[in-house]
Antibody, heavy 117, light 107 residues
Framework: EVQLQQSGPELVKPGASVKISCKAS????????MNWVKQSHGKSLEWIGR????????FYNQKFKGKATLTVDKSSSTAHMELLSLTSEDSAVYYC??????????WGQGTLVTVSA | DIQMTQTTSSLSASLGDRVTISCSAS??????LNWYQQKPDGTVKLLIY???SLHSGVPSRFSGSGSGTDYSLTISNLEPEDIATYYC?????????FGGGTKLEIK
């Protein structure tokens, strides 16, 4: 059974950074790109980018370049996303999910990031 | 970037109804179109990929169709557990983009 367990909610101050994680199990972690998606409150979904866990290659949505940094730890089948220089616009739920030929068949439960002083 | 438009942001229907949700792309996407369901608790599931292929475990009352720039998701015989928001997503070109969502409610 494919499972994606994301880290818990984060409350961070403006200007700070936060790193959230997504632990994968039930499939070959290095065989599929890992994608990250943002959902601001009451809004639609935005694709942030993806990483190839096999070699670490990344592709970012231009909108999120400089905002998000994607990494993986193959030894623990965990993907990470660091969000930099946080502002209120970064308050959102962030989802992870492996990409199989253009679609995310399985999604994590989401991680709520709240940016507030 | 390719813009995805779901012109109906909310839709009210009765149990047992047939419901169609539409999605249009700002340019042709060659059937590279997926549909997702998001429940009120935030859980997201893949329903349909490549316009009309049903994801494993998804009830057969869900179906997808379309071509070029216009696509649709149909739910036949609406059931209570179908209350959710539905999003289309194109993967013809990076960055992937999603529609604004259609929230389905019971009348």
């Amino acid at each position: 059974e494919v499972q994606l367990q994301q880290s818990g909610p984060e409350l961070v101050k403006p200007g700070a950074s936060v790193k959230i994680s997504c632990k994968a199990s039930g499939y070959s972690f290095t065989g599929y790109f890992m994608n990250w998606v943002k959902q601001s409150h009451g809004k639609s979904l935005e694709w942030i980018g993806r990483i190839n866990p096999y070699n670490g290659d990344t592709f970012y949505n231009q909108k999120f370049k400089g905002k998000a940094t994607l990494t993986v730890d193959k030894s623990s089948s965990t993907a990470h996303m660091e969000l930099l220089s946080l502002t209120s616009e970064d308050s959102a739920v962030y989802y992870c999910g492996p990409d199989s030929s253009g679609y995310v068949a399985y999604w994590g439960q989401g991680t709520l990031v709240t940016v507030s002083a | 970037d390719i813009q995805m438009t779901q012109t109906t942001s909310s839709l009210s229907a009765s149990l047992g109804d047939r419901v169609t949700i539409s999605c249009s792309a700002s340019q042709g996407i060659s059937n590279y179109l997926n549909w997702y369901q998001q429940k009120p608790d935030g859980t997201v599931k893949l329903l349909i990929y490549y316009t009309s292929s049903l994801h494993s475990g998804v009830p057969s009352r869900f179906s997808g169709s379309g071509s070029g720039t216009d696509y649709s998701l149909t739910i036949s015989n609406l059931e209570p557990e179908d209350i959710a928001t539905y999003y289309c997503q194109q993967y013809s070109k990076l960055p992937w983009t999603f529609g604004g969502g259609t929230k389905l409610e019971i009348k």
